[in-house]
């Protein structure tokens, strides 16, 4: 059936300034690491972007390697661009990196200027664009000279296969040194990739600073903790979930999982008396930065698309929430 957007579609979403620049970027960010690959149903990708896209979500964030196989969440996403969204390629913002392992050989991973501009090039083919929106540097490659990799980037930008230049998972130095390199350059860092949420918090001791000092929006992956900050573990493990399809099983005897079980246990009393799921807490949780620009969440079904992007309901912290917070994730907090 063919697609027409809502009409409502930027009515209830808030867009945040990303560092200086002039792109804005949604409160909540679409990624397609899982479940809109090769393995997948293209029919449940396809309402899972169209969703996203009727509530505000401008924002999709893709890789080079996203699959399995990998590439394939890239070719889906061509697919569904080209049946549904083709008219509206001015309202999104499309992101993809190059970093890990892609393709055999010395050239098929980390930052060299051979890889990643081979590797825009096939993402470009792979999703049918002329141009991405933002490309990343996916990881800090330790041998490869950091000027070589930035150099790339602003070459990326110069030539009109991006807009604009990212980084991802950088450390706090690595991240000075690289916006450094692209503000000589001509091309200034626009954003900074990093894992965080309330169980992986390292951009606190230190990155968040630069960043603001930088002028350099920062998007948060993972901020579900790919499904533990949700109420959805609470009683075991459901068959559909994303532990529960990797054949892995929690293991509910091992005591570090029975911790992070109680805590977020815990946190959900405090997401209810909010008038929130814990996963819009987590979520909110997150945006409580000034400095964050975006949360960039996951999905496997449209349903949990609607739970987050309604996280924007309450996003304001009482002192008393947030310490009540910080008292059950540093373990202080006894039932
Ligand atoms: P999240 O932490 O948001 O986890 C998403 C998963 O949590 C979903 O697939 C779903 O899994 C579960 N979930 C989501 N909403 C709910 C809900 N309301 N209730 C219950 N369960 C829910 O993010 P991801 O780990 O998926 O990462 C998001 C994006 O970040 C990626 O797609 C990618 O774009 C980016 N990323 C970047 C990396 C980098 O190195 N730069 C590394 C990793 C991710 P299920 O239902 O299957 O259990």
Redesign the pocket.
């Known amino acids: 059936m063919s697609y027409l957007p809502a009409d409502t579609r930027y009515d209830a979403m808030r867009y945040n300034r990303c560092g200086r620049s002039g792109l804005k970027l949604p409160a909540i960010s ?6 809109f690959s090769g393995v997948d149903s293209l029919e449940n990708a396809r309402a899972m972007i169209r969703r996203a896209f009727d509530l505000g979500i401008t924002h999709f ?3 080079n390697n ?1 699959g399995p196989p990998p590439g394939s969440a890239e070719e889906n996403f061509g697919r569904i661009l080209s049946q549904d969204l083709a008219a509206y390629r001015d309202e999104l913002v499309i992101s993809s ?1 190059a ?2 392992w892609m393709w055999p050989g010395p050239y098929g991973e980390w930052g060299s200027r051979k890889y990643l501009i081979a590797s825009l090039d096939q993402s470009l083919k792979r999703m049918g664009l002329e141009y991405v929106d933002i490309f ?1 540097s ?2 800090p490659d330790p041998e490869t000279p950091l000027e070589e990799t930035m150099g790339a980037l602003d070459h990326m930008v110069r030539s009109g296969k991006a807009l604009y230049a990212g980084i ?2 950088y450390s706090l130095e690595q991240t000075r040194q690289a916006a450094q390199i692209l503000r000589a350059l001509g091309t200034p860092c626009l954003i900074h ?3 965080y ?1 309330m169980l992986h918090r390292w951009i606190e001791d230190g990155l968040l600073g630069v960043l603001a000092e930088e002028d350099i929006g920062c998007i948060a ?7 533990l ?4 573990y609470l009683r075991g493990v ?1 068959a ?6 990797s054949g892995e099983q929690l293991d509910w005897g091992d005591s570090a999982t029975q911790a992070i079980v109680a805590k977020v246990r815990q946190l959900n009393e405090i997401a209810q008396a909010r008038g929130q ?4 807490m987590a979520i909110a949780w997150v945006l409580r930065h000034p400095g964050m620009t975006s ?7 449209p ?3 609607e ?2 992007v309604a996280a924007q309901q309450n996003l304001h912290f009482t002192d008393e929430e947030l310490q009540a917070i910080e008292a059950i994730l540093a373990g202080n907090n006894p039932q």
Do not use: C, V
């Open positions: 679409l990624g397609l690491w899982y479940n964030d893709l890789a996203y990196k970093g890990y990343y996916h990881r991802s998972s990739q990093p894992k949420s992956f993972s901020p579900l903790s790919q499904g900050l949700t109420d959805k459901p559909d979930s994303r532990i529960g399809k799921t814990m996963a819009q949360a960039l969440i996951g999905a496997s079904r349903a949990q698309i739970e987050a």
